[in-house]
C-alpha cells in the first residue's frame, strides 16, 4: 500500500514529456496510478501487475469477476489483444480515439484473470486525451484500467482534491490533468452481429444503429 503518493500537475492539452516519464516509471514499478481519460478518470496499473490488480479492486470493492479494460493507443496494438476481422477494423478506425469500450474476443496475449468468466472477451479502448496518450507512448504496452468510482457512488469521481484526500493514501501517483467529465464510455459487444450497444455514454451510438 502506498504509504506518500506523488501528485503530479500535467498539463491537459501539452503534457510535459519530463512528467509523462517519472508517471511511466510509477507504472514500470507495480504502481497503481489515478489518471484522466476523455471520459473520466480511471485507475491502472501494468497489464502483468497482479498485487496492483488487487489494490485496484480493494479500492473499488470489486470481486475477481470485475471487468478491466486495456486502454491502448491504437488500432495496431488492439489487434495485439482483440480478435478484430476487416469490418470491425473498418468500424474502429473511424470511432479510435474516442469514448468507447469495445468487447472483443480476447487473443493469448490477454491473460487468463482479466476475461469474461463465461467467456475469453475483453474491453478495449483507445482514449483521445493527450495525457493518456502520452503515457501510452511512454510505456509502449497497454495501461489495465477501470474507471474511478468508488463503493455506492453511481459516477466516476472528478475533482482532484477530493480524489487525493479520499484515495490518495492508497495508490502510488495521482496525475493532475484537470477536469475531464463523468460520463461513462459508450460500450459496444463487437462479438455480436451486428454489434451491440451495451451501455449508452460519452459516445456517439447512432452509428451503431441498424
Request: aromatic share 6%; proline share 9%; with cysteine.
Amino acid at each position: 500500500m502506498a504509504s506518500t503518493p506523488h501528485f503530479l500537475e500535467i498539463h491537459p492539452k501539452d503534457p510535459q514529456p519530463r512528467l509523462i516519464a517519472r508517471a511511466a516509471s510509477v507504472f514500470e514499478s507495480g504502481g497503481v496510478v489515478v489518471y484522466p481519460t476523455d471520459s473520466s478518470y480511471a485507475l491502472g496499473c501494468q497489464l502483468g501487475e497482479k498485487s496492483a490488480l488487487d489494490r485496484i479492486r480493494m479500492i473499488r470493492r470489486v470481486d475477481d469477476k470485475h471487468n478491466f479494460t486495456l486502454v491502448c493507443r491504437d488500432l495496431s496494438e488492439i489487434a495485439t489483444y482483440a480478435r478484430l476481422d476487416n469490418q470491425a477494423y473498418r468500424q474502429l478506425k473511424s470511432l479510435t480515439p474516442g469514448p468507447y469500450t469495445f468487447i472483443f474476443q480476447a487473443t493469448k496475449q490477454v491473460p487468463r484473470r482479466l476475461l469474461h468468466p463465461k467467456r475469453r472477451a475483453i474491453g478495449i479502448r483507445v482514449p483521445g486525451t493527450p495525457i493518456t496518450q502520452a503515457l501510452l507512448a511512454e510505456l509502449d504496452q497497454p495501461i489495465l484500467s477501470t474507471t474511478l468510482i468508488m463503493p455506492g457512488d453511481e459516477e466516476p469521481m472528478d475533482d482532484v482534491l477530493e480524489i487525493r484526500e479520499t484515495i490518495g493514501h492508497c495508490v502510488d501517483l495521482v496525475i493532475d490533468g484537470g477536469p475531464c467529465g463523468q460520463m461513462p464510455t459508450t460500450v459496444v459487444d463487437m462479438t455480436q452481429e451486428p454489434p451491440a450497444v451495451v451501455r449508452e455514454g460519452k459516445g456517439d451510438t447512432s452509428v451503431f444503429q441498424h
